[in-house]
């Protein structure tokens, strides 16, 4: 028939297309989950930066790609956003900063959708007043920073506020519900955040008892 050399020529272009379309997940997420940019601008309390890059690539189940610290200090959230979404790859789902900036704000942070970042102002998160009783204060503040961290790496995958009060999805009303939230997202957020990410559950279980490859010494956070 006079169209047949059209099927091959068809089925061509339909395969070119279906690998172009795929380029970017493939480059996101070679292993299926790809990372989240992680980076800190300004002086930050002894220990935090490691305890929440530990506790985001652990529960996450997912790599945490440290980002080298900007040189500039931090006045505005929104400039330093649209700066710092250039740093990050294909790869990453998000960038997450811990801010201490160098004009003081009563921000606990803010995420940016259209740049897929969310900043935390851990200056601010470490001046509200404790409200558990028998937890140091700078334990509140490594928690504090761990609940809004997973917060915003959970908005920025697309997930939604949670009503539990035990999830680190729920936005919490004021310093009480913060303190008293969970740092980790409830079965229904945690499946939703695999799905999201491609996260094998078997494969984050085994994150959580190897410690994603953390030096013995800094495996043991408190939950």
């Not at 929440?52 to 652990?58: S, T």
């Not at 006045?75 to 979404?85: C, G, I, K, P, R």
């Not at 160098?102 to 935390?120: D, K, W």
């Not at 740092?183 to 939703?192: E, I, K, L």
Request: proline letters at 7%; aromatic letters at 4%.
């Amino acid at each position: 028939m006079p169209n047949d050399h059209i099927t091959p020529r068809i089925a061509r272009w339909v395969c070119l297309a279906l690998i172009v379309l795929a380029l970017p997940r493939i480059a996101r997420s070679s292993d299926g989950t790809g990372t989240v940019a992680f980076l800190t601008s300004g002086a930050m309390p002894s220990g935090l930066v490691e305890r929440v890059q530990i506790h985001l690539g652990l529960n996450l189940g997912i790599s945490i790609r440290p980002v080298a610290s900007p040189n500039e200090p931090v006045h505005e959230f929104d400039a330093a956003a649209e700066a710092w979404t250039k740093l990050r790859v294909p790869r990453d789902h998000c960038l997450i900063a811990l801010v201490t900036p160098a004009t003081a704000t009563n921000l606990r942070g803010r995420v940016y959708f259209n740049e897929s970042v969310g900043i935390l102002n851990v200056q601010h998160l470490a001046t509200i007043k404790p409200h558990i009783k028998d937890l140091s204060i700078e334990e509140h503040i490594v928690r504090r920073v761990e609940k809004e961290a997973m917060r915003a790496v959970g908005l920025l995958l697309g997930m939604q506020a949670c009503p539990s009060v035990r999830c680190a999805m729920r936005t919490p009303a004021g310093a009480s519900e913060l303190d008293n939230k969970g740092r980790n997202y409830c079965p229904p957020c945690w499946a939703q955040s695999m799905r999201i990410t491609g996260v094998d559950l078997q494969e984050r279980n085994r994150r959580m008892f190897e410690g994603n490859g953390i030096a013995p010494d800094q495996k043991k956070s408190p939950r």
